[in-house]
């Protein structure tokens, strides 16, 4: 195996100075640019792979960032879980991953076990140094998750989409200019009367304000969005939105929209069943952007760009690993909001006349 004293060796260089450039040591070598494109040379053509174990005691750095996923159980068969929740996970995880990677560093994955939250295991690893700062998705109301955002550790950690405020540096999501989209889109198609097929809040209020600032009368159907089992989660859905489907002619609702692009491909299927066409009878919107290109007709839906949420996450978090505890006291109280789009396709059109 090619060691480091035989890189520097070859490129004619002290191995401090080596060091300098294929390990990112700290220390009082200065290189030039012609010398590091030397060494980095040198090193290629010899094949030399940095010790990671050694650069990681010498700088004190793991150079893995943890992502923490207080979702379904490490030992349990994914395919049972929420599809809407693994589709959004899987957004997050590849945004985190991506910007990781591009610094040099790895993503571990952490979920809870049979004894343990995955908040407890990532707090845990990160004080023993086993990765350099955590983010977590915050959305969940699991009280582990719950009590780190009330009572934030002086550590690299980085929430997003906290369902509480917290002083954790946060990624947001731009709920109200989402609802404000949305009931945009459907004032200029014509729609006077909508129902909001969801169980979750805070999208609720913003869209039943935006509503209200557009002359718009909203309704609001509670599903079960607690989707732990599938298939069981779009029977479950299914039997939710017939129920909202029963009721629509009575309120004359001639849009539907839905906490999500698994809601919204339910309640296609449950109109297409019912011999009702989509968008000529009634307009269905989604949310997430995840799937919806997928269905028939192609839904309109609200991007959520969770890519890139993860990728500003992780953005903060390899900035207060570089900056240290400065930086982690600095970025305390930091938020950074992700703007949304509308992406309008086949699932939306003027309303049918009465």
Known sequence: ???????????????????????????SVRVSVPVAERVREVAKRLHYVPNYHMRSVRRGRSDTIGLLLEVGNATADTTLADPAMTEYHHALMDGVEQVAQAAGSSMLVMRPTERSSAIDLGLQVLRQRRVDAVVFPASSSHPKVQTVLADPPDLPIVTIEPIVPT????????????????????????????????????????LMEASRQAGLEGQTWKLDTRLEQFPAAVDRATRAVEKVLDARGELDVTALVCFNDLVAAVTLQALHQRGLRVPQDVS??????????????????????????????????????????EAVAAMRGRVVTVEPDLVVRDSTAPAPKR
Request: charged share 20%.
């Open 167 to 206: 002083e954790l540096p946060t990624v947001n999501f731009n709920e109200a200019r989402a609802a404000e989209l949305i009931i945009e889109h459907l004032a200029q198609l014509g729609h006077r009367r909508w129902a909001f097929m969801s169980s979750v809040l805070a999208r609720e209020a913003a």
């Open 284 to 325: 269905v919107v989604g949310f997430d952007n995840l799937r919806a290109s997928w269905t028939s007709p192609r839904l309109t839906t609200v991007d959520h760009h969770l890519y890139t949420m993860g990728q500003r996450a992780s953005e903060m978090a390899m900035e207060m690993v570089e900056g240290g505890e």
């Open 1 to 27: 195996m090619v060691s480091l004293t035989d890189v520097a060796r070859e490129a004619g260089v002290s191995v401090a100075a080596a060091s300098a450039v294929l390990n990112r040591s700290k220390g």
